[in-house]
């Protein structure tokens, strides 16, 4: 780490001004720090012009904790190296990454500046109708073409090395997996919730679902994942939607990004309980949301199996029934990582707006409570249920 010292925003300026041919030499920068999530600092460099450039670097530490908790500054490389690949797969839907620096750890990227982070525009109760339908198509493309179903098996294993990731992946094992089923220091338990809490660290049966899930997580290197595809780590606008943030990226099991993102949507779902009291609008917006879970999953569906049966390149992988039976384990691991995803959000060390900003304290206990019970039933019952539309079935039903 001999070349690394954490940016001011001078040097964020400098950074940018060197790295892009954007500003030019006489350029008159300004620039501000804005960031306000779980692990880095984000710049903002403007230029007399109006145009602007986003610096993200990473802290050797997890902000959002400080200092005693110490991370891995190469997680920048990851991020930088996930979203290269996943722009080449996918240039509509991924952020542009300008410039990496392994020294500072830090990353140039495209300004965002006419989009919105999704989630705060999901609390807010605004609607997007191509939001599912362009969030699956990323899906759909970065995770087959850097499946075993396109790439040699030698060209697989190095990148499966190359995106190791072995601290950030640990993060989520703790957090995701291990923390919300016991009494850990790190969780984060409204006193409303508390008992139902409790009941989760002694749920035997969840906990061996749990532990399955986590099994495949840890075990499964099926394609190049985002590693963290919730509602904060998208940028959308009334046309178009971009995936940034992916530091957490490593090859796992597929169901694990699609299942992060159908998690979101449902948390927004059940934190509208008590965001929205007029019982017509938060209908209207619940609706929206469900009809984005099925689209979310039947488009995936759908752009997923036509890639295996036009494009597969291993001769063996090419047995339609073998991807019938593929694509089905996809969403029962879609359904369990939801599942999972709820759960944590409640409980656990990293909360969401969706259910923190109810202001009313019993609400938003009932809120979290639907989501402890919704996340629950689709652990256990996901290799029962038999497709989308049986789970927008469910999700009404435990809704009262
Ligand atoms: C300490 S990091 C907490 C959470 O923020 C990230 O966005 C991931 O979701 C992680 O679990
Ligand atoms: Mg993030």
């Known amino acids: 780490m001999t070349d690394y010292r954490t940016f001011t925003t001078d040097d964020a300026m400098r950074f940018a001004d060197e790295h892009s041919g954007?500003?030019?030499?006489?350029?008159?920068?300004?620039?501000?720090?804005?960031?306000?999530?779980?692990?880095?600092?984000?710049?903002?460099?403007?230029?007399?012009?109006?145009?602007?450039?986003?610096?993200?670097?990473?802290?050797?530490?997890?902000?959002?904790?400080?200092?005693?908790?110490?991370?891995?500054?190469?997680?920048?490389?990851?991020?930088?190296?996930?979203?290269?690949?996943?722009?080449?797969?996918?240039?509509?839907?991924?952020?542009?990454?300008?410039?990496?620096?392994?020294?500072?750890?830090?990353?140039?990227?495209?300004?965002?500046?006419?989009?919105?982070?999704?989630?705060?525009?999901?609390?807010?109760?605004?609607?997007?109708?191509h939001l599912a339908p362009q969030l699956a198509t990323y899906l759909a493309n970065t995770l087959y073409y850097t499946s075993d179903f396109a790439l040699t098996g030698p060209n697989k294993k190095q990148q499966v090395g190359q995106f190791l990731n072995p601290e950030l992946c640990l993060i989520t094992e703790d957090l995701f997996f291990t923390d919300p089923y016991c009494n850990h220091e790190r969780n984060n338990i409204h006193s409303e919730i508390r008992n139902d809490a409790l009941q989760l660290w002694h749920d035997e049966a969840l906990q061996a679902e749990v532990a399955q899930l986590k099994a495949g997580f840890l075990s499964q290197p099926?394609?190049?994942?985002?590693?963290?595809?919730?509602?904060?780590?998208?940028?959308?606008?009334?046309?178009?939607?971009?995936?940034?943030?992916?530091?957490?990226?490593?090859?796992?099991?597929?169901?694990?990004?699609?299942?992060?993102?159908?998690?979101?949507?449902?948390?927004?779902?059940?934190?509208?309980?008590?965001?929205?009291?007029?019982?017509?609008?938060?209908?209207?917006?619940?609706?929206?949301?469900?009809?984005?879970?099925?689209?979310?999953?039947?488009?995936?569906?759908?752009?997923?199996?036509?890639?295996?049966?036009?494009?597969?390149?291993?001769?063996?992988?090419?047995?339609?029934?073998y991807q019938q039976r593929f694509i089905q384990q996809v969403f029962r691991d879609t359904l369990g990582y939801a599942g999972c995803e709820l759960i944590?959000?409640?409980?656990g060390l990293a909360h969401v707006a969706d259910l923190d900003s109810i202001s009313d304290g019993t609400l938003r206990g009932q809120s979290e409570r639907k989501a402890l019970k919704l996340g629950r039933e689709l652990i256990l019952q996901r290799n029962e249920l038999a497709g989308i539309d049986q789970v927008l079935t469910l999700v009404r039903y435990l809704q009262n």
């Open 222 to 321: 099926q394609a190049l994942l985002h590693g963290d595809v919730h509602t904060g780590s998208i940028f959308i606008n009334d046309e178009n939607c971009k995936l940034i943030d992916a530091e957490f990226g490593f090859y796992g099991p597929i169901g694990f990004d699609v299942g992060s993102l159908t998690g979101n949507l449902l948390l927004n779902y059940l934190g509208h309980f008590g965001l929205t009291q007029d019982t017509e609008t938060r209908q209207r917006h619940q609706d929206y949301l469900l009809s984005q879970v099925q689209t979310l999953w039947q488009e995936f569906e759908k752009q997923f199996k036509q890639l295996m049966s036009n494009e597969c390149r291993e001769p063996t992988l090419q047995n339609s029934l």
């Open 22 to 129: 954007l500003f030019g030499d006489h350029s008159k920068l300004s620039c501000e720090e804005f960031g306000d999530g779980n692990l880095n600092l984000v710049f903002r460099v403007i230029n007399d012009k109006g145009t602007s450039l986003i610096v993200k670097q990473a802290l050797p530490y997890a902000r959002c904790v400080g200092e005693s908790w110490p991370l891995t500054i190469e997680r920048a490389r990851i991020e930088a190296e996930v979203l290269l690949k996943h722009r080449k797969l996918c240039p509509d839907h991924t952020v542009e990454v300008l410039h990496y620096d392994a020294a500072l750890a830090a990353i140039l990227m495209e300004d965002l500046k006419d989009y919105r982070i999704l989630r705060t525009e999901l609390v807010a109760g605004k609607q997007f109708l």
């Open 344 to 347: 944590r959000r409640t409980v």
